[in-house]
């Protein structure tokens, strides 16, 4: 599991590679939420291009920088999800809370 992100004019875009199952799910928390304190953005963008393969640790991901960002008075949303994580996110019912788009 890879990530890496960029801050500008206020919004956080941070990129996801890989695989992320509840073995990565952990260390990703940790270095999502290190972002989010060090910058308290006001929109964070979730950009799951590269992510291969999904479980619900992904959707418990999604869900705990969902309620970070309302705590931030922010916003959140994840762009360019590929299908195999779009069909656990689209189980989950996820967006209807989250703003989600899938690959393009």
């Known amino acids: 599991m890879k990530i ?3 801050y500008k004019g206020g919004r956080l875009t941070l990129s996801f590679s890989g ?3 509840h073995h990565a799910a952990r260390d990703a928390m940790k270095r999502l ?3 989010l304190d060090a910058y308290s953005p006001r929109s964070c963008v979730l950009d799951l ?3 291969e393969f999904m479980d619900s640790s ?3 991901l999604l869900l705990r920088t969902y309620k970070r960002m309302n705590e931030l008075d922010g916003t959140m949303c994840v762009r360019n999800v590929r299908p ?9 019912g996820i967006e ?9």
């Open 4 to 6: 890496s992100g960029s």
């Open 19 to 21: 695989e992320l199952d």
């Open 33 to 35: 939420s290190q972002k």
């Open 49 to 51: 291009k590269g992510l």
């Open 58 to 60: 992904g959707v418990a």
């Open 84 to 92: 195999q994580p779009m069909r656990v996110l689209d189980a989950s």
């Open 96 to 104: 209807r809370l989250i703003d989600i788009t899938g690959a393009v």
